[in-house]
C-alpha cells in the first residue's frame, strides 16, 4: 500500500500518471457470473459456440460494464491514499468508451493519468483519473473514461 498523501502533494501530481495496475484476468467463468448478476446472457457473452460462429469476435466477450467494474479493483493497488481520508466515494464518470471487445480468456489492465485534483471544501477533495483499461497483447483499448473520485476528509487537512 501507498505512503498517504496530502492533498497539495496531489494536486502537484496533475498532468501525470499515477500508475498502472497489476493484470485481472476474463475467464469465462467470471463473464458469465457479471451476466447472471446484472442480468444480461446476451449470447456473446455466455454462448461460446454460438459466439464463435455468428460473430465476429471469434467467440465470447466480456460485458462493457463488467470491464468499467474493475476499475475499483485495479485503482485499489495504484490510486493514492489521502492523508486523513474518512471515505472514498465513486461520484462518477463524465466520459466512458468502450473501444474494443475484451474476449474470453484476456487479462486487462488500467492505466490512471491524475487530470484534475480540486479541493471543494476543507474536507472534500475530487480527484479527476483519465482512465485507459489495456487488453494485454491488444492494439486497441478495451475502453478509455473519465473517472471522479470524491474523498471526504476526517478533519481539515493542510493542503501541503
Known sequence: MNEPVSPGDLERRVGGEIGVSRWFAIPQERIDA???VIDDHQFIH???ERASRDTPFGGT???GFL???LLTAMGAGVLP???????VINYGFDRVRF?????AG??????FVLSEATRRSDRELVARYAVTVEIEGGGKPALAADWIILTLLKE?????
Not at 491514499?81 to 471515505?87: D, H, L, N, S, T
Open 34 to 36: 457479471f451476466a447472471d
Open 46 to 48: 455466455v454462448d461460446p
Open 61 to 63: 466477450i466480456a460485458h
Open 67 to 69: 470491464s468499467l467494474s
Open 81 to 87: 491514499v489521502i492523508a486523513g481520508e474518512a471515505m
Open 99 to 103: 473501444l474494443a471487445p475484451v474476449r
Open 106 to 111: 484476456a487479462r486487462v489492465r488500467a492505466r
Open 156 to 160: 481539515q487537512v493542510d493542503a501541503a
